[in-house]
T-cell receptor, first 115, second 114 residues
């Protein structure tokens, strides 16, 4: 069965610090990978996605993620965080290109950015 | 496109009452998902539909929960009878033909059972 692990439950950073949130998945085949963000009191919004091609994916608001197949990882990065990045971040995986299956979400990582 | 529309946004009900949550997916999307989010358990998939057919309801906590999708533009999640432990935010999401597009989530229904 597929699973997604986000190792950091809560990350606290100061503004301008660099961010890296870990995400590992377990599935041996082709995967589609996603990062979602949930701002306080809001719904989940797609931040970026990977399904093929360049393993370095750029998303909105300066976020990027790198798919490393050998490590089963899809870590999220941002060089310089802002207070407005305070949110919860969810990594998700779906098996197989064009799959009709459901996304498996990690448990999320809360990011608190101190002004 | 108005996105995924959920109603109501907030619901407060007494224990034992029936609660019905509603979702209108994005037009043209053929998959619909119901999730529950709590502090303790995070985001849990309850059930999902492909082309209005329930595919996997293994996440539905117990028989008190039921979900229907009578047509491509409407789904309901019903809890009868409701209990305080059902208090959570319930999200509906829809997706197009393939998973490469990810999901689009609705704004959620915050349910409080007192």
């Amino acid at each position: 069965a597929q699973s997604v692990s986000q190792h950091n439950h809560h990350v606290i950073l100061s503004e301008a610090a660099s961010l890296e949130l870990g995400c590992n998945y377990s599935y041996g085949g082709t995967v589609n990978l996603f990062w979602y963000v949930q701002y306080p009191g809001q719904h989940l919004q797609l931040l970026l996605k990977y399904f093929s091609g360049d393993p370095l994916v750029k998303g909105i608001k300066g976020f990027e993620a790198e798919f490393i197949k050998s490590k089963f990882s899809f870590n999220l990065r941002k060089p310089s965080v802002q207070w407005s990045d305070t949110a919860e971040y969810f990594c998700a995986v779906n098996a197989g290109r064009g799959s009709q299956g459901n996304l498996i979400f990690g448990k999320g990582t809360k990011l608190s950015v101190k002004p | 496109d108005a996105g995924v529309i959920q109603s109501p946004r907030h619901e407060v009900t007494e224990m034992g009452q029936e609660v019905t949550l509603r979702c209108k997916p994005i037009s043209g999307h053929n998959s619909l998902f119901w999730y529950r989010q709590t502090m303790m358990r995070g985001l849990e998939l309850l059930i999902y539909f492909n082309n209005n057919v329930p595919i996997d309801d293994s996440g539905m906590p117990e028989d008190r929960f039921s979900a229907k999708m009578p047509n491509a533009s409407f789904s309901t999640l019903k809890i009868q009878p409701s209990e305080p432990r059902d208090s959570a935010v319930y999200f509906c999401a829809s997706r197009g033909l393939t998973s490469v597009y990810g999901y689009t989530f609705g704004s959620g229904t915050r349910l409080t059972v007192v």
